[in-house]
């Protein structure tokens, strides 16, 4: 039952007793009588009630509806069990269903009280105590059914609460999403933006600075050649060519700062991520072999082939293994692999070192932000190297763990997948979960 209560609880509370169904029962035979005549005067006053005409599916279960009345009729005066109620509830789906109002059926209910009373008054005539309890009987039966067939409007309610609140959390649940994706948008649009600014703001101060420095470096260049035609002494000569090598040092910091900051346009190739890297090894070879750090290579036998600038990603790859072995110090180790994953071609750069923190883990790509000592870094590094990553549609990740090192994960597109539209970049080493 969708009260909750069971059919002869509900009964008990609309005080039906055994003799309210045993007069109802007794005056069944007078109901089979006229069944006919009942159902359809009733059929027919309900199909000429206001709107009813308007309502094409009353009309089109017109026979049905002489049925069931013909049935219900019939049903009055049986045991008030399950079975009863579950009649009465389908009669209240039924009008449910045809979108009928509660009005209607409290309606049709009135409806047969006005048609039955006068057979129990004619019946009863000279026994005005029976014909006063079998239509109170009748009544009461009519305000249990009205009651059971009522609960499938209440269930209709439920269900449409239901649905609404179960639309209404979806809809928060899509809104939230929503706004959370739209912040991590404006929050990265602004990082970029302020990312911009700063490089801008460096550009113009490398560019003057480079014009401030250019002129007086040419004149003391000028004239130390001029000094060095005029020099005869030995340890005078390695003097000049000392200040002639550190002016030079000079002018390639400079060189390389305007680099930094004013890139040129890329030119993009086919190219071997293996070789780029061997070449990035060749040049800091030298400086590992000093600082007694080992590198270990896990390179692929096929020679995987990416579409890139080899020039800047040397720059992306110098600037990450020269940090890694700045974070090992001295007999540090370097694991360098390359894995291809689908649609990619990523390499894994992997130190000993002493590794970073979660808190400083989150800054290591903004702009002028470094952990290293006052005039060691410019913070520009790691910045540069995911613009250019980033420039060839690639994908940079980090993970690292105090006192156990760090790895850095570098992916861009296979080359021989660009030409699959719709190619998906997918990083197979995992590295977000690092």
């Known amino acids: 039952m969708l009260s909750g209560n069971s059919p002869e609880l509900l009964a008990k509370y609309h005080e039906i007793s055994l003799e309210d169904i045993a007069c109802v029962r007794h005056f069944r035979p007078i109901l089979e009588h006229h069944v006919d005549r009942l159902s359809t005067a009733f059929c027919q006053r309900i199909l000429s009630c206001e709107g009813a005409l308007q309502n094409q599916t009353i009309a089109a279960i017109q026979p049905d509806l002489l049925a069931g009345q013909r049935s219900y009729l019939l049903s009055l005066g049986d045991p008030i069990d399950e079975a009863y109620a579950e009649s009465r509830l389908a009669i209240g789906l039924m009008l449910r269903q045809i979108d009928l109002s509660p009005r209607w059926y409290l309606g049709g209910y009135s409806l047969y009280t006005s048609l039955l009373n006068p057979l129990i008054f004619s019946h009863f005539k000279d026994d005005s105590t029976r014909c006063e309890q079998t239509v109170q009987a009748f009544n009461k039966i009519f305000l249990l059914d009205i009651y059971l067939a009522s609960q499938a409007y209440e269930q209709r309610n439920l269900e449409d609460v239901t649905d609404l609140h179960r639309e209404l959390t979806s809809e928060r649940k899509d809104l939230s999403l929503y706004l959370e994706e739209h912040k991590i948008l404006l929050r990265a649009t602004k990082q970029r933006a302020k990312a911009a600014e700063e490089l801008a703001t460096l550009s113009e101060f490398a560019s003057g600075l480079a014009h401030e420095i250019g002129g007086p470096m040419n004149a003391i260049l000028t004239h130390v050649e001029l000094l060095e035609a005029s020099v005869q002494d030995k340890t005078s000569a390695e003097w000049i060519g000392i200040i002639q090598e550190q002016i030079e040092r000079i002018t390639k910091i400079v060189r390389s700062f305007l680099d930094l900051t004013r890139p040129g346009e890329p030119e993009f190739a086919t190219l ?41 990603l040397q720059q992306v790859l110098l600037n990450i293994l020269a940090n890694a072995a700045d974070a090992t110090g001295r007999g540090g180790e370097l694991k360098i692999s390359v894995v291809e994953a689908k649609g990619s071609v990523c390499v894994k750069i992997q130190d000993n070192g002493y590794g970073i923190e979660e808190g400083v883990l989150s800054k290591i790509f903004d702009p002028f932000f470094t952990t290293k000592a006052a005039g060691e870094g410019t913070g520009l590094g790691l910045v540069v190297a995911k613009s250019i990553v980033e420039e060839h549609r690639g994908e940079i990740f980090v993970g690292s763990e105090p006192g156990k090192g760090t790895t850095f994960h570098i992916c861009f597109p296979d080359a021989t997948q660009e030409q699959e539209e719709g190619s998906t970049l997918e990083c197979g080493c995992q590295a977000r979960a690092q």
């Open 272 to 312: 071997s991520l293996q070789q780029v890297i061997e070449t990035a090894l060749n040049f800091l070879g030298a400086s590992f072999d000093r600082r007694g750090i080992k590198v270990s290579k896990s390179f692929l036998p096929t020679q995987p082939q990416i579409i890139g600038d080899a020039n800047r």
